[in-house]
């Protein structure tokens, strides 16, 4: 194993995913870790893009502030292995997932069972997507 990526929203079971993540790593400082997270925004016109470029810049800077709460949490555990935070735009956070997966060649994902949806299911709809949607294996944190 050399690649995993984490997919991190915020969420409690997401901060639990970077701790597995940090946990798996221990032992070999060659795995790189990147932490992904996808910024979700609605299928627009071109007109509605133009209007909505704010509210997106917005939404990115928060989705930098909570990649940056996820480098505070992972720092300090494992020094040693490299970590890079990823910013991807899409309609579709699963689907965004699984072509970053399927382009930088991750060996896993590790992702929170319920993200900041609200889902009260076992499964969120983002890891329940994510299990069929990938050929790699998807570590789901509860």
């Not at 690649?3 to 929203?9: C, K, P, Q, R």
């Not at 790593?25 to 790189?32: G, M, P, V």
């Amino acid at each position: 194993m050399k690649n995993i990526l984490v997919a991190y929203d915020g969420s409690e079971t997401s901060k639990r995913a970077i701790d597995t993540a940090a946990d798996l790593i221990a032992s070999d400082a060659r795995i790189h870790l990147d932490i992904v997270n996808v910024v979700s925004i609605p299928m627009l016109s071109d007109d509605q893009a133009s209007s909505f470029a704010a509210i997106l810049d917005l939404m990115k800077s928060d989705a930098e502030e909570v990649l940056a709460d996820a480098l505070n949490q992972f720092e300090g555990k494992h020094q040693q292995n490299g970590v890079d935070t990823l910013l991807v735009l899409g309609t579709d956070v699963a689907s965004e997932i699984a072509k970053l997966i399927e382009k930088n060649g991750y060996d896993m994902v590790v992702i929170g069972s319920r993200g900041l949806s609200g889902m009260k299911q076992y499964l969120g709809s983002v890891s329940h997507k994510l299990l069929g949607a990938t050929k790699v294996p998807v570590l789901v944190v509860k």
